[in-house]
């Protein structure tokens, strides 16, 4: 069954992408100071709770092809925001760990997507709220 265009054009993927691409820059502005990209500011959030996560755990967390999260891992690394080092229970991961470096840009980070998200979504009852991480959740568990 072929999916047609709604009659207004619509698309919540088109949205998605517009959405993903103003929030994207929107951050980038808020954070130039860093000096990150993308995707180092992306990794770097969700490493900002603290926990050592695999590699495998944060590829599959930031939504990253392990190839590309290996470059973006070898920069923050270089940059003295993270170290990698054996993982303490499979001899074959490499646990990766926030510096105290790494800690205070992550912190930064989430701070503005705190920001952002209570600038941009403040206004929203809770049921659109949890609609939208429902399609969200759908739209990332269909790859």
């Known amino acids: 069954m072929e999916s047609e265009i709604p009659p207004d054009g619509w698309s919540p993927l088109l949205a998605l992408q517009r959405a993903a691409h103003a929030t994207l820059h929107a951050l980038a502005v808020r954070l130039a100071e860093l000096h990150l990209t993308a995707s180092e500011i992306n990794v770097l959030a969700n490493l900002a709770d603290g926990r050592p996560r695999t590699a495998t755990d944060l590829s599959a967390a930031t939504g990253t092809r392990p190839s590309t999260l290996t470059s973006v891992l070898d920069r923050l690394e270089r940059r003295g925001h993270l170290v990698r080092g054996a993982h303490t229970s499979d001899?074959?991961?490499i646990s990766i760990q926030l510096t105290p470096a790494g800690q205070a840009a992550a912190g930064t980070i989430r701070r503005a997507m705190a920001e952002l998200e209570h600038q941009a979504l403040a206004g929203l009852p809770e049921t659109t709220l949890a609609?939208?991480?429902v399609?969200?959740?759908a739209l990332t568990e269909m790859v």
Do not use: D, F, V
């Open 91 to 93: 001899r074959r991961a």
């Open 131 to 133: 609609g939208l991480r």
């Open 135 to 137: 399609g969200l959740q």
